[in-house]
T-cell receptor, first 113, second 112 residues
């Protein structure tokens, strides 16, 4: 069975400071891992994905995430927050060959001007 | 390319009414799925389909039916709406193999 735990339901950072959104996963197989972003009253947009290639994954808008198998983590980072980053972020796991996505409960990111 | 299209965007139902949420994709994806999003719970899988004529239950299937007669369409039917089904519903599609899922814009459903 697969599961995802997002360790923070709400993160606030000042504009221009680093962002860290934490995610731990559990999977019986080699997982695919994703981060999706949802802006208010919008659909979901893929930020980045890990599918067993490089462990450091770069995504859109300056975000990146590192897959750490020993820690079962897939934390999302960005060096410098921008006001437009304010949104809800979901960490998602999918076991290879199984397209059923399991979502974390989400982390709401607030950017302080 | 339209991607994944959901209709309607908003709907209010009375308890006991039935309705169908429509989902269509034009990317020839084999895999389609329905999720519901509730505050503090992320998205939870309702039903999914790996191809025309094949459907299966997800995590929260009760009160919902699906069918997949074509590759493009995957409607979600609420048989007898209940207030507990008030939620935002998302349809998604993908190719097989655990790759990126493409989401529709969502349907906000309120059951009164």
């Amino acid at each position: 069975a697969q599961s995802v735990t997002q360790l923070d339901s709400h993160v606030s950072v000042s504009e221009g400071t680093p962002v860290l959104l934490r995610c731990n996963y559990s999977s019986s197989y080699s997982p695919s891992l994703f981060w999706y972003v949802q802006h208010p009253n919008k659909g979901l947009q893929l930020l980045l994905k890990y599918t067993s290639a490089a462990t450091l994954v770069k995504g859109i808008n300056g975000f990146e995430a590192e897959f750490k198998k020993s820690e079962t983590s897939f934390h999302l980072t960005k060096p410098s927050a921008h006001m437009s980053d304010a949104a809800e972020y979901f960490c998602v796991v999918s076991e290879l060959g199984n397209e059923k996505l399991t979502f974390g409960t989400g982390t709401r990111l607030t950017i302080i001007p | 390319n339209a991607g994944v299209t959901q209709t309607p965007k908003f709907q209010v139902l009375k308890t006991g009414q039935s309705m169908t949420l429509q989902c269509a994709q034009d990317m020839n994806h084999e895999y389609m799925s329905w999720y519901r999003q509730d505050p503090g719970m992320g998205l939870r899988l309702i039903h999914y389909s790996v191809g025309a004529g094949i459907t299966d239950q997800g995590e929260v299937p009760n009160g919902y039916n699906v069918s997949r007669s074509t590759t493009e369409d995957f409607p979600l039917r609420l048989l007898s709406a209940a207030p507990s089904q008030t939620s935002v519903y998302f349809c998604a599609s993908s190719t097989r193999g655990g790759t990126e899922a493409f989401f529709g814009q969502g349907t906000r459903l309120t059951v009164v």
